[in-house]
């Protein structure tokens, strides 16, 4: 059973820092590419950042650009999301979702397994 599991979500100042885990199991994590997709109360699913299967190939949407990264330890089979400079607006439910793909693709409709996700929330 394909299982991811989100963690540290939390509450932080605007411009403060949070590092988000997801531990995948249940599949053959190096071949695949995974995502961060993000919603807040009331607005649609947003893609936020990829990264390919093998970890060198990134990806992040304009507004997260310059302040997130993405990475992942294919060994520990957990992938990564580092937030700096962090927004009100960027407060949201963050998902981490597995791509049917080795490439990352900014499709979150077409991916087949998903967290439960972890709240994140940037406010004074």
């Known amino acids: 059973e394909v299982q991811l599991v989100e963690s540290g979500g939390g509450l932080v100042q605007p411009g403060g820092s949070l590092r988000l885990s997801c531990a995948a199991s249940g599949f053959t994590f190096s071949n695949y590419a995974m995502h961060w997709v993000r919603q807040s109360p009331g607005k649609r699913l947003e893609w936020v950042s990829g990264v390919g299967s093998g970890g060198g190939s990134t990806s992040y949407a304009d507004p997260v650009k310059g302040r997130f990264t993405i990475s992942r330890d294919n060994a520990k089979n957990t992938l990564y999301l580092q937030m700096n400079s962090l927004k009100p607006e960027d407060t949201a439910v963050y998902y981490c979702?597995?791509?049917?793909?080795?490439?990352?693709?900014?499709?979150?409709?077409?991916?087949?397994?998903w967290g439960q996700g972890t709240q994140v929330t940037v406010s004074s």
């Open positions: 979702a597995k791509s049917p793909l080795s490439t990352a693709w900014r499709r979150p409709d077409k991916y087949d397994a």
